[in-house]
């Protein structure tokens, strides 16, 4: 049948087609023909009903006489199993048709990324002025990327709408071979819809790390194409694709991930209050918390809290960490008594 056999064919650049069930005139000129008796006289068949018996003899509602006399009611539910049959052997040949693609294709896809691209590398960079056209760059460049995704947020929590949009792209990154880094900064944790990103992401295989310093934001494709944000308030943003500036951003991310630790998030994380680290440290110091309670406290290493300390000590002339801790308790009572 046209409708099942030509199914597969047709939906090559348009709109699938429909399951072959009989049209409102053809319902009711097989109902009609129920009602007297299951059996239509060729003399007794109207001019205007012949594109309706011709839609039921090629759904197979009605078949021909041999004489040529008339025609007979089909059963249904025959009809409609061996349709049934038909659309399952046509789906089928589209589930093998859509895993084959891909490798129909391979040859074409190889030429595509062996293709030098033809890039302007005099050190110009693209700006982009409005949030569509970032995102829509984002999605192009997600799709192009082949090896390496590094990404660098400082700030903020992550708003809930993004956070999906980035595990989508994420997933479908991973599952072609490609790796994924981020990095976020400590109060990050501390945020439910980051923390829940971040947890969904790491099961399908992205790496994260905190880094307690500040870092610039960035997201870097391929080690080629780095995305910056050209505005305070992240408004626009920057394209850079000239290979000196891409591998002085590309070392920039790669110290700032050797500096960075990588700790356990939790939805349960302790709420921080949104303070830098260096101010988490110095309260739970007053606090008469050791320097490895606050590591704990904070998911961060021994290595880096110590590194905190030593420039509190610096700030408040301190000799030894009792006496950092005194000063910073008198300095937190002269603060509230002001």
């Known amino acids: 049948m046209t409708e099942v056999d030509g199914s597969a064919e047709s939906t090559g650049g348009g709109e699938a087609v429909g399951p072959p069930v009989?049209?409102?005139?053809?319902?009711?000129?097989?109902?009609?023909?129920?009602?007297?008796?299951?059996?239509?006289?060729?003399?007794?068949a109207d001019p205007a009903d012949q594109e309706s018996v011709a839609e039921l003899l090629d759904l197979g509602l009605l078949t021909a006489e041999p004489d040529q006399s008339g025609y007979t009611a089909v059963n249904p539910r025959s009809v409609g199993g061996r349709l049934s049959e038909e659309l399952r052997s046509a789906g089928t040949r589209l589930l093998v048709q859509a895993q084959e693609m891909p490798a129909l294709l391979e040859d074409l896809t190889k030429a595509y990324d062996l293709t030098p691209r033809k890039v302007d590398r005099s050190g110009e960079v693209r700006h982009l002025h409005s949030?569509?056209?970032?995102?829509?760059?984002?999605?192009?460049?997600?799709?192009?990327?082949?090896?390496?995704?590094?990404?660098?947020?400082?700030?903020?929590?992550?708003?809930?709408?993004?956070a999906e949009e980035a595990i989508g792209r994420s997933a479908a990154f991973l599952a072609r071979g490609?790796?994924?880094?981020?990095?976020?900064?400590?109060?990050?944790?501390?945020?439910g819809p980051t923390t829940a990103y971040v947890l969904a992401a790491t099961e399908l295989g992205v790496r994260f790390r905190v880094l307690g310093e500040s870092f610039k934001r960035m997201i870097i494709f391929d080690r080629a194409t780095v995305l910056i944000p050209s505005s305070p308030d992240y408004a626009s943003a920057a394209l850079v694709e000239d290979p000196a500036v891409v591998a002085f951003l590309v070392g920039m991310f790669e110290r700032d991930w050797q500096r960075a630790e990588p700790v356990q998030w939790s939805a349960a994380t302790p709420d921080t209050g949104g303070l830098p680290v260096h101010a988490q440290v110095g309260r739970l110091l007053s606090q008469g918390l050791t320097q490895r309670m606050i590591a704990t406290r904070l998911g961060l290493s021994e290595r880096t809290v110590a590194g905190h300390i030593s420039r509190l000590r610096e700030l408040y002339d301190a000799e030894t960490l009792f006496q950092l801790g005194w000063l910073m308790r008198s300095a937190a009572g002269e603060g509230r008594q002001a």
């Not at 009989?22 to 007794?44: C, K």
Request: hydrophobic letters at 40%; glycine letters at 10%; charged letters at 25%.
């Open 22 to 44: 009989p049209s409102e005139a053809a319902r009711t000129l097989y109902l009609a023909i129920l009602g007297a008796g299951g059996r239509l006289a060729s003399q007794e």
């Open 178 to 191: 490609g790796g994924v880094r981020a990095l976020y900064e400590p109060a990050a944790r501390s945020d």
């Open 131 to 162: 949030a569509e056209e970032i995102r829509l760059l984002l999605d192009r460049l997600n799709e192009e990327a082949r090896e390496e995704i590094l990404s660098a947020q400082p700030g903020g929590p992550m708003p809930p709408h993004l």
